[in-house]
């Protein structure tokens, strides 16, 4: 019968199986490394041949291809270049010469127009204001109120470079005097994430809601990096009280405007009414904060441009 083994053994034999363990893990390492540098080695190999057989395809067909007459596009009167690489693939594949013709630049920039404008219609820009910028919005187009106008836009782009308080409101009762538009290139100036809404229009909207889908839209004019309100306090949802609004739009917009206010996003407001009447449709609070930062322009006296162009 053997001996037991002492203490200092058992040690040694549980060592000497903990290396072992270790060493054959070691060795399935370095066989999986191998074997992927093999499948590596493979890869690289196969993509180099593919290569070469591209670039051997494209040179072959290339003097045919560049000899072949240009398309011309079927909407615009623009010679279409060949697409020499795929058009090489594609007579390699067909043992044919097979030309593919590279876009039409007109199509692509009117389908790129047609993508912004319609980035800028879901973010609620009015169709008829997708090209206003501060750029292009129209200060002289009479001359009796061109100056007030003009400074007006100075004012509105001055406030948009240093944006030193929250709120630009534009007032002024009469439709058609170039509000929304101002409101809309001041709004594009500010960010790339903006919304417009029409006051009441949206409102009708919110009302049809359900809750959870209420309090999302609540929250995105809460947090959108800047925000048109056109044509402020133009509806009540319900009974008028002495102020001529009603609890429900203060408490919405109390929401929507403190939230902006402490969080310095900009918020460009539009409305037909005077200072007074504006001011009655919001809470104490929300007043108070608007009065603390904002910008006002009116545009009180300014005539109006939609009715001047429809002969009134």
Same mark, same amino acid.
């Given at each position: 019968m053997s001996e037991p083994l002492? #203490?200092? *053994? /058992?040690?040694q034999r549980a060592l000497d199986r903990a290396e072992a363990a270790k $060493? $054959? /893990? +070691? $060795?399935e390492i370095a066989a999986d490394e191998a074997a992927i540098r093999q499948r590596i080695e493979r890869f690289m190999s196969a993509a180099a041949k593919v290569q070469s057989r591209r670039a051997s395809i494209i040179a072959h067909w !290339? #003097?045919? =291809? *560049?000899a072949a007459p240009l398309a011309r596009c079927s909407k615009h009167p623009v010679d279409l270049a060949h697409d020499i690489e795929l058009s090489a693939i594609q007579s390699a594949k067909a043992n044919r010469l097979t030309i593919v013709s590279a876009g039409c630049p007109l199509c692509q920039e009117e389908a790129d127009i047609r993508r912004a404008e319609s980035r800028l219609i879901r973010a609620g820009i009015p169709p008829r204001q997708i090209g206003v910028r501060l750029s292009t919005w129209d200060a002289n187009w009479e001359p009796t109120f061109a100056p007030q106008r003009a400074a007006a836009l100075g004012r509105v782009a001055e406030w948009v470079d240093r944006r030193p308080n929250p709120f630009l409101v534009i007032l002024g009762a009469r439709?058609? !005097?170039g509000k929304t538009a101002l409101g809309v290139a001041a709004l594009r100036a500010l960010s790339t994430d903006f919304r417009c809404i029409e006051y009441r229009d949206w409102f009708s909207a919110t009302l049809a809601m359900e809750f959870d889908e209420r309090f999302a839209e609540i929250s995105l004019l809460r947090q959108v990096g800047a925000l048109l =309100?056109?044509?402020?306090?133009? /509806? !009540? !949802?319900g009974g008028k009280d002495a102020a001529g609004g009603n609890l429900f739009? /203060?408490?919405i917009m109390g929401q929507i405007l403190n939230h902006r206010f402490e969080q310095r996003l900009p918020t460009v407001i539009t409305t037909n009414l005077d200072g007074r009447a504006f001011a009655g449709r919001l809470d104490d609070r929300t007043v108070d904060r608007i009065r +603390?930062?904002?910008l006002v322009i009116d545009a009180g006296d300014w005539p109006s441009k939609r009715a001047a162009e429809a002969g009134i």
């Open positions: 002492s #203490p200092e *053994e /058992r040690r $060493a $054959a /893990r +070691a $060795a !290339t #003097p045919q =291809i *560049e439709g058609g !005097t =309100i056109d044509d402020f306090g133009n /509806r !009540t !949802t739009e /203060r408490d +603390a930062g904002r």
